[in-house]
């Protein structure tokens, strides 16, 4: 059985009377410790399908199913705890809260948990050093480079040890060196820790870290 | 858990300005709200401090205060007689028959005021314990010597030891200044009855006030005085007589404090609402994140609440800040009661600064709310779109 299962799924965007389809009738599946990247051109609805699995919007027809639990049931508050305990999010502009330390920002998704100080402090070191930012952690966002940065977010997306980690084109933002020790990190997170990655990009030379492609392209998912 | 109450106070200090003018503004307003209670405050405490709960004040039937009052010699030698009365050390009762007056005085700058000249007799000390001389001495009986209430010496013309006042139609030596526990006493004048009688309203005294043997027996001395046929007085006790002569003006001062601060944080709360708009709208992303990693809608509601609260602490307490410096200043108002001119001490007091801090909280969770509500409410693609 899949880890995630996707059947049937449509999104429409209603604007005013004219209702926008961005994809009719998808499947998907994706095994635990698969590494799937998913391609398209822009707008052709990789994020909208990326934050349908994270349960951060509702589809418009269709079911999401994640470890046996489907997403698209849950109210916007089991959504809440689900996310919290199962899924890992990297965003292109890594969306770290430039207030807090690289530590503090690591730890946000633990403060959902009933873990204790102690017990925080060794996952989000574990973290940074998964990462390799273990010497950054009293380090705030601005004192850190692109890469750096976008590490810190990834240690933020696997301190949980999520089931599924999304990523939103990690590496957009990032120069070509940068973007390079990213995808290794992700490749890493996959081949040794068995991590689930669905990773939405349209750079090729990212896609090929992945064990699988698939292209979303006017509405149709094809592998 | 909930979001690290440090991602608001961080974010409360990267945008000083807008924190500071939206701080300032309710630091006004507390401000304001202090000054006018420490007012009131100052104003009743002058009064309630001017009567004893040990004594008792006695008017003529009807009189609400002592300038309509009138009492015979007879009356107050009938009154010094009473069993209730209590006996000073030398085994005399502890009466003080008191002549009152108000006379116009010349106060620079501001014209004429009425003051209270206050009769009394040489053991007038003993009755009214809380009065003692602070500069020069007591007045030599037989003489047209005078004391002086120190809170308004330098306040009138002549009021220095040594200068001569003039009224009813006499002039008056000023031999000393007295101190009264920062009462309404300390601006009267105080001179001799057997020579203010002559010089104003004759052999009438307006006020006796003696010393109860058991201050417990309040109600029975009221019903004994009431009931005795001969006198025709009003019994009062002397700390409910003047506190009650507070009530009115305190009232206002009160209403007034509430209602000019209460308009004026309408604005202030306006400014937090402007304020929190910004920073929610400026940190949709953020918000966004939050919610992405699974924090509540109502944590996030709580965050930007809570940070509001902050901006509104930090102008709580530069209001107080603002306020500290008024504790002391002594100003002068008319009783409305006496007719007569009573200075007073602002009192900035610790529970008037608490009320002070909570009523800038108050204006922070009412003008934080509706930030922190739409923030709770984004949309999280919504907002993750804005990055």
Not at chain 1, 65 to 72: A, K, N, Q
Not at chain 2, 42 to 67: I, K, Q, Y
Not at chain 2, 108 to 114: D, H, Q, R, T, W
């Amino acid at each position: 059985m899949a880890l995630l299962e996707i059947r049937s799924l449509s999104k429409v965007y209603q604007r005013d009377s004219q209702a926008i389809p961005v994809f009719e009738d998808i499947d998907l599946d994706i095994d635990t410790g698969e590494f799937l990247v998913l391609m398209g051109p822009s707008g052709s609805g990789k994020t909208t399908l990326l934050n349908l699995i994270a349960g951060l919007d509702e589809p418009t027809t269709g079911t999401i199913t994640v470890g046996g639990e489907e997403v698209t049931a849950m109210s916007r508050r089991q959504l809440a705890a689900w996310r919290s305990d199962h899924v890992g999010f990297i965003f292109q502009l890594y969306n770290l809260l430039p207030v807090l330390t690289a530590y503090q920002n690591v730890e946000l998704p633990l403060l959902l948990t009933h873990l204790s100080k102690k017990e925080r402090r060794e996952h989000v070191m574990t973290a940074l050093e998964v990462v390799g930012l273990s010497d950054r952690a009293d380090h705030f966002p601005r004192q850190l480079s692109g890469g750096q940065e976008q590490r810190v977010a990834i240690g933020r997306a696997i301190v949980s040890d999520p089931t599924l980690i999304l990523a939103d084109e990690p590496t957009g933002d990032l120069d070509a060196k940068s973007a390079d020790e990213i995808l290794t990190l992700m490749q890493r997170l996959n081949r040794e820790f068995s991590k689930t990655i669905l990773l939405v990009t349209h750079d090729q030379r990212a896609a090929e870290r992945g064990e699988a492609i698939m292209h979303l392209d006017k509405g149709v998912l094809t592998r | 858990m909930k979001i690290p109450l440090i991602y608001n106070i961080r974010s409360v200090r990267q945008r000083p300005v807008s924190t500071l003018t939206t701080a300032l503004g309710m630091a006004l307003v507390v401000l304001v709200f202090v000054a006018m209670m420490a007012l009131s405050r100052g104003f009743r405490a002058a009064l309630t401090g001017t009567g004893s709960t040990e004594n008792v004040l006695v008017v003529r039937t009807g009189a609400d205060s002592e300038l309509v009052s009138g009492i015979s010699r007879e009356t107050a030698q009938i009154l010094a007689g009473m069993p209730f009365v209590a006996d000073g050390p030398d085994g005399r009762p502890l009466v003080s028959p008191e002549v009152y007056v108000l006379v116009s005085l010349d106060r620079p700058g501001v014209g004429e005021a009425l003051v209270v000249a206050r009769g009394m007799n040489p053991d007038v000390f003993q009755v009214r314990q809380n009065v003692e001389i602070v500069a020069g001495r007591m007045i030599n009986p037989g003489t047209s010597e005078i004391i002086i209430g120190k809170s308004i010496v330098g306040r009138f013309a002549n009021t220095q030891i040594g200068d001569v006042l003039s009224f009813g139609n006499r002039d008056w030596t000023v031999v000393g200044h007295f101190a009264a526990a920062g009462s309404a006493f300390e601006s009267e004048i105080w001179g001799e009855n057997e020579q203010f009688m002559p010089a104003f309203r004759g052999e009438v005294f307006q006020s006796v006030t003696f010393r109860m043997r058991d201050p417990a027996a309040f109600e029975s001395v009221r019903q004994a005085l009431a009931d005795d046929p001969r006198l025709q007085v009003d019994a009062h006790r002397e700390y409910d007589f003047y506190a009650n002569q507070s009530y009115l003006l305190t009232q206002i001062l009160n209403f007034a404090a509430v209602f000019i601060a209460g308009i004026m944080a309408i604005g202030a709360v306006f400014g937090a609402v402007n304020t929190m708009y910004a920073a929610v709208g400026a940190r949709a992303p953020e918000i966004a994140v939050l919610l992405t990693l699974g924090f509540r809608p109502f944590s996030v509601l709580s965050s930007f609440l809570f940070e509001a609260v902050v901006i509104a602490f930090i102008g709580g307490i530069l209001g107080c800040l603002f306020a500290l410096p008024l504790n002391g200043i002594v100003t002068s108002t008319t009783n409305w009661v006496s007719m007569s001119e009573v200075a007073f001490a602002f009192r900035v007091t610790p529970d008037l600064l608490l009320r002070g801090v909570f009523f800038a909280l108050l204006m922070g969770l009412i003008g934080g709310f509706f930030p922190a509500r739409r923030a709770a409410r984004q949309p999280v693609v919504q907002a993750a779109r804005q990055v």
